[in-house]
C-alpha cells in the first residue's frame, strides 16, 4: 500500500493489523459486533479495515467530514460498539462507545502474528449505509461468504496480477471502495491511494498516475465524464491498462469522445449494481463499442440473476 511517500510491505501490512485485531478482540470484538471506522484517506486506513475483519467484527465506514446529526444516527441504527479513528478526529465523530484510536502506541504491543479465524461465510464483513430511495439513510449488510465471491469473480475478469498498481479512488463510505481494495490485495498488487489534490484537474491526475505507475483505474462515471471533457488536451499514460466505470449512466457522447482519442489497449468496462447485491452485479465491455441511444450495462456476473420488472 502507498500513500505519497509512504508504504507499506504486505508483511508490514498484515502485522499491523494484527496487532490492531488483538488489541480489539480485548475489547470484546468478534462476529456480529459492528465497529465504526473513521479515518481520512492513509496507511492506517486500511490496516483498519484488515484489523476489524480479523478480530471478526462488521466495519462501517463513517465518513468524519459528515454532519454529526448523520454520524449519530448511524452509530445508533448499526449498533457499534466500538468506533476506531485517530486522535486528530477525536472531535468530529459524536460518539458514546469505545473509541480506539488508530495511532495509540499501545497497540504496537500487541502480538503480530495472525489470529486464530472463527469467522464463517454467512456472518457480516460491513455496513454500508446508502442514501435510500427515500432519502433516508439505512444500512446495507455484506456477509464474509458475499464478498469473497465478488472477489474471486472479479479478479480473472479484470486479469489483475502482483504486477498491477490500484488506484483506490472512492471514499469508504462507497462501495466501489471494496471493488478497489480487495481484488487488489488478494493479487498481491500494489494499491495506492490517491491524495485529495489529485482530482484537481484532469492534467494533474493523468500526471500523478503515470508518475505513481498506475495500471487500473475504477473511476466514479461522473468523473470519468470530466476526464473525457479533457482528453484531447492530456495524455493517458501509457501504463493504464484497464478502466473501470460505476455509480450512474455513461453517456454516449464521452465514450465516443474517449474512443477517438484513447488507444484501444486500455481496457474500458461498464458496471452496475446495488449495493445490496455486493458492488456490481452486470458488467460489460465497452471499449470498442458502437453505442446506439444509450450504453449497456453488460451482462450478469457469473452466479448472479438479474430480474427485469414492470
Given amino acids: 500500500v502507498t500513500y505519497g511517500n509512504q508504504q507499506l510491505t504486505y508483511q508490514q501490512l498484515n502485522q499491523r493489523a494484527n496487532q490492531l485485531a488483538y488489541y480489539l478482540r480485548q475489547l470484546g470484538v468478534g462476529p456480529a459486533v459492528g465497529v465504526g471506522l473513521s479515518l481520512e484517506r492513509s496507511l492506517e486506513m486500511v490496516i483498519g479495515l484488515l484489523g476489524i475483519l480479523k478480530a471478526g467484527g462488521a466495519y462501517v465506514p463513517l465518513d468524519p467530514h459528515y454532519p454529526q446529526e448523520r454520524l449519530a444516527m448511524m452509530i445508533a441504527d448499526a449498533q457499534i ?7 486528530t478526529l477525536r472531535t468530529r465523530v459524536p460518539s458514546k462507545v469505545q473509541r480506539v484510536e488508530i495511532d495509540n502506541e499501545e497497540i504496537a504491543r500487541y502480538p503480530q502474528n495472525n489470529l486464530l479465524g472463527d469467522v464463517t461465510a454467512n456472518q457480516l464483513a460491513y455496513i454500508i449505509y446508502t442514501s435510500g430511495s427515500t432519502g433516508t439513510p439505512k444500512g446495507v449488510m455484506i456477509e464474509h461468504g458475499a464478498l469473497t465471491s465478488f472477489c474471486r469473480t472479479m479478479i480473472p475478469i479484470y486479469s ?4 498491477d498498481r490500484v488506484l483506490q479512488f472512492a ?3 462507497f462501495d466501489a471502495a471494496v471493488e478497489e481494495i480487495y481484488p487488489c490485495l488478494l493479487t498481491g498488487a500494489t494499491l495506492v491511494l490517491r491524495t485529495p489534490d489529485m482530482i484537481d484537474s484532469p492534467s494533474q491526475f493523468w500526471q500523478r498516475c503515470q508518475a505513481w505507475g498506475v495500471t487500473v483505474l475504477d473511476l466514479p462515471t461522473a ?3 470530466e476526464l473525457v471533457n479533457e482528453v484531447h488536451a492530456t495524455t493517458v499514460p501509457a501504463g493504464i491498462r484497464l478502466v473501470i466505470l460505476g455509480g450512474e449512466a455513461a453517456q454516449v457522447n464521452r465514450l ?3 474512443q477517438r482519442f484513447v488507444s484501444p489497449q486500455v481496457r474500458l468496462i461498464n458496471t452496475y449494481g446495488p449495493t445490496e447485491a455486493t458492488v456490481v ?7 470498442t463499442l458502437e453505442p446506439q441511444n444509450s450504453i449497456p450495462i453488460g451482462q450478469v456476473l457469473p452466479g448472479t440473476s438479474a430480474y427485469v420488472l414492470d
Fill in 223 to 225: 468523473y470519468w465524464h
Fill in 171 to 173: 471514499n469508504l463510505s
Fill in 281 to 287: 452485479a452486470t458488467l460489460g465491455e465497452i471499449t
Fill in 256 to 258: 465516443l469522445t474517449w
Fill in 81 to 87: 460498539a466500538v468506533l476506531v479513528t485517530h486522535s
Fill in 160 to 163: 489483475l496480477t502482483a504486477q
